[in-house]
T-cell receptor, first 119, second 117 residues
Framework: GAVVSQHPSWVICKSGTSVKIECRSL??????MFWYRQFPKQSLMLMAT?????????EQGVEKDKFLINHASLTLSTLTVTSAHPEDSSFYIC???????????????FGDGTRLSIL | AQTVTQSQPEMSVQEAETVTLSCTYD???????LFWYKQPPSRQMILVIR??????QNATENRFSVNFQKAAKSFSLKISDSQLGDAAMYFC??????????????FGTGTRLTIIP
């Protein structure tokens, strides 16, 4: 089945540093990947849609300069949390949908998530 | 904008029994997809079942089935013969059928399911 790999799974860093999270589709190509944020005991909130070869589309209220997204290839999207602060601590999850076959019926496949803790 | 509502923050069921999780949604679209995802303590999101709105037949996947009521905008999940491994957070999700290739998921707030041995 379709596998999405997310790395790192857990990161702890000091306030003010930048953190990069990678999302890779291992056995399929994805022109579009999605980045979600999940606070403890809450639902997933879409942050942005990452489009291969073009700019990401951010949801309302998400700072594009704070959360930099790069989708350089059909199998890799990265989310960089710049100048991270404690309030950025959260669980970040990416997902990707296969490009080919199945039409709109193809579901999104999720990575295992990244737990980000800013001290 | 589409909204997804899960009115049951928590549910519990005896092992081997059947439980139904509720989900309602609001949309003005006629073409869309509905999903149930499971998130165990490991936090990985696992697709449980999906339903195309244009299909009248309810989707089934082994012990999991849905009751899709399009007119009522209801999409409940039934888990039969509950097992300890079913314990997780369950999220209902909506995706538009338009904007092919750029569809985002709208999630409900989730239902935490506990299986009682």
């Amino acid at each position: 089945g379709a596998v999405v790999s997310q790395h790192p799974s857990w990161v702890i860093c000091k306030s003010g540093t930048s953190v990069k999270i990678e999302c890779r589709s291992l056995d399929f190509q994805a022109t579009t990947m999605f980045w979600y944020r999940q606070f403890p005991k809450q639902s997933l909130m879409l942050m942005a849609t990452s489009n291969e070869g073009s700019k990401a589309t951010y949801e309302q209220g998400v700072e594009k300069d704070k959360f930099l997204i790069n989708h350089a290839s059909l199998t890799l999207s990265t989310l960089t949390v710049t100048s991270a602060h404690p309030e950025d601590s959260s669980f970040y999850i990416c997902s990707a949908r296969p490009v080919s076959g199945g039409g709109g019926n193809q579901p999104q496949h999720f990575g295992d998530g990244t737990r980000l803790s800013i001290l | 904008a589409q909204t997804v509502t899960q009115s049951q923050p928590e549910m519990s069921v005896q092992e081997a029994e059947t439980v139904t999780l509720s989900c309602t949604y609001d949309t003005s679209e006629s073409d869309y997809y509905l999903f149930w995802y499971k998130q165990p303590p490991s936090r990985q999101m696992i697709l449980v079942i999906r339903q195309e709105a244009y299909k009248q037949q309810n989707a089934t996947e082994n012990r999991f089935s849905v009751n899709f009521q399009k007119a009522a905008k209801s999409f409940s999940l039934k888990i039969s013969d509950s097992q300890l491994g079913d314990a997780a957070m369950y999220f209902c999700a909506y995706r538009s059928g338009r904007n092919f290739g750029n569809e985002k998921l709208t999630f409900g707030t989730g239902t935490r399911l506990t299986i009682i041995p």
